[in-house]
T-cell receptor, first 114, second 111 residues
Framework: SQQGEEDPQALSIQEGENATMNCSYKTSINNLQWYRQNSGRGLVHLILIRSNEREKHSGRLRVTLDTSKKSSSLLITASRAADTASYFCATDDASGGSWGKFQFGAGTQVVVTP | SQTIHQWPATLVQPVGSPLSLECTVEGTSNPNLYWYRQAAGRGLQLLFY??????ISSEVPQNLSASRPQDRQFILSSKKLLLSDSGFYLCACSGASYGYTFGSGTRLTVV
């Protein structure tokens, strides 16, 4: 089964609005990552947050991590049409034997309309 | 920074034909390499990973195999393709603190 699950599955917003998506996972982790995928393309790494971090920023992106709830959120502020993409979270499994292997959720499809 | 070259971008193959997808990495040495498959509208499923030359671990039983003949070369193969092998195949390389670098993917359609 998938380690990470994103919520919602789809999100439609207008330019300038904020987009928030969540990721829940099952096991303890070393770190969690967020990726973006434009249709039919490879994934682009957005941000990595370690298990001992609670919040991280990168430009218009803000990621939070709550290890007690096994959840993370990705906030895109002041969204643009170019932010239209699918967003995936990926987690490793800190229980051992899976170093460097990340499991991906099914993604949140974000559509930003002008 | 790491760069992954993956080809071809699109491939249409008949059932029962062989497959060979190649991935090469630039900008790093001794990387961990991964093959993922993505079904339409779904997340990524880890198929194989490799921590070094000749070292391959399979995550799921399937009709595919992987090989790593050189440090920065990772190959995904099949002797006889099935319809269920259709999908979007992505090669990835892990970095120290930047997560994965992905290739641009190969869209495989088995007909």
């Amino acid at each position: 089964s998938q380690q990470g699950e994103e919520d919602p599955q789809a999100l439609s917003i207008q330019e300038g609005e904020n987009a928030t998506m969540n990721c829940s996972y099952k096991t303890s982790i070393n770190n969690l990552q967020w990726y973006r995928q434009n249709s039919g393309r490879g994934l682009v790494h957005l941000i990595l947050i370690r298990s001992n971090e609670r919040e991280k920023h990168s430009g218009r992106l803000r990621v939070t991590l709550d290890t007690s709830k096994k959840s993370s959120s990705l906030l895109i502020t002041a969204s643009r049409a170019a932010d239209t993409a699918s967003y995936f979270c990926a987690t490793d499994d800190a229980s051992g034997g899976s170093w460097g292997k990340f499991q991906f959720g099914a993604g949140t499809q974000v559509v930003v309309t002008p | 920074s790491q760069t992954i070259h993956q080809w071809p971008a699109t491939l249409v193959q008949p059932v029962g034909s062989p497959l060979s997808l190649e991935c090469t990495v630039e900008g790093t040495s001794n990387p961990n390499l991964y093959w993922y498959r993505q079904a339409a509208g779904r997340g990524l499923q880890l198929l194989f990973y490799s921590v070094g030359i000749g070292q391959i671990s399979s995550e799921v039983p399937q009709n595919l195999s992987a090989s790593r003949p050189q440090d920065r070369q990772f190959i995904l193969s099949s002797k006889k393709l099935l319809l269920s092998d259709s999908g979007f195949y992505l090669c990835a390389c892990s970095g120290a603190s930047y997560g994965y670098t992905f290739g641009s993917g190969t869209r495989l359609t088995v007909v």
